[in-house]
């Protein structure tokens, strides 16, 4: 399967702990989103790379999450200190360049509880 | 600013029956439109999209939607439900910077 990976797909934490979670983009793509998407609503931006670098950030994405793309590759997204209001899925997409026909490619998604 | 609005939050159909999911848009610029899919536990699908160009615009699986620029609104359509068809869809725009924003979903119910 070449499509946008995401792991783990599920993950429950307690209120307080650190949580990271990891995004493999279709390969030849240098653009990289993440969404978060809470229960009956649409998703929501948070942030985008192109290659390594991090372009956009949302209001949504307060201090406690920081992403990273290090190598113009995979990313990860990680919160400090979860609160019960960051459970959500966590979506990531890839596209090819900055052309503005280029479709955005889903990953399945991340599932975070916070207990 | 930029806005998507899904006007029914639940739609069910008989299968067989014509689909129609609504989307009035609100953007400053010359609107980027798509309609996505989004079945149980599975990634989002792109149905189809436009870009300024047909304002008809013809999907996969026999969907198709129609831009209209005097109404702001891309409503989704298909002739004939199928059981399969059974999932949230989502209307979205795309600003200048390729970032979307997604309408609040309608989920779609298709009774045999």
């Known amino acids: 399967d070449t499509g946008v990976s995401q792991d783990p797909r599920h993950k429950i934490t307690k209120r307080g702990q650190n949580v990271t979670f990891r995004c493999d983009p279709i390969?030849?793509?240098?653009?990289l989103y993440w969404y978060r998407q809470t229960l009956g609503q649409g998703p929501e931006f948070l942030t985008y790379?192109?290659?390594?670098?991090?372009?956009?950030k949302s209001r949504l994405l307060s201090d406690r999450f920081s992403a990273e793309r290090p190598k113009g590759s995979f990313s990860t997204l990680e919160i400090q200190r979860t609160e019960q209001g960051d459970s959500a899925m966590y979506l990531c997409?890839?596209?090819?360049?900055?052309?503005?026909?280029?479709?955005?490619?889903f990953g399945p998604g991340t599932r975070l509880t916070v207990l | 600013a930029q806005s998507v609005t899904q006007l029914d939050s639940h739609v069910s159909v008989s299968e067989g029956t014509p689909v129609l999911l609504r989307c009035n848009y609100s953007?400053?610029?010359?609107?980027?439109l798509f309609w996505y899919v989004q079945h149980p536990n599975k990634g989002l699908q792109l149905l189809l999209k436009?870009?300024?160009?047909?304002?008809l615009v013809k999907g996969i699986n026999g969907f198709e939607a129609e831009f209209k620029k005097s109404e702001t609104s891309f409503h989704l359509t298909k002739p004939s439900a199928h059981m399969s068809d059974a999932a949230e869809y989502f209307c979205?725009?795309?600003?200048?910077?390729?970032?979307?924003?997604f309408g609040g979903g309608t989920r779609l119910m298709v009774k045999p």
């Open positions: 997409a890839s596209s090819l360049g900055d052309l503005r026909a280029n479709e955005q490619f």
């Open positions: 390969s030849e793509h240098n653009r």
């Open positions: 790379f192109q290659n390594e670098a991090q372009l956009e």
């Open positions: 953007s400053s610029y010359s609107p980027s």
């Open positions: 436009y870009t300024s160009a047909a304002t």
């Open positions: 979205v725009l795309r600003n200048a910077g390729n970032m979307l924003t």
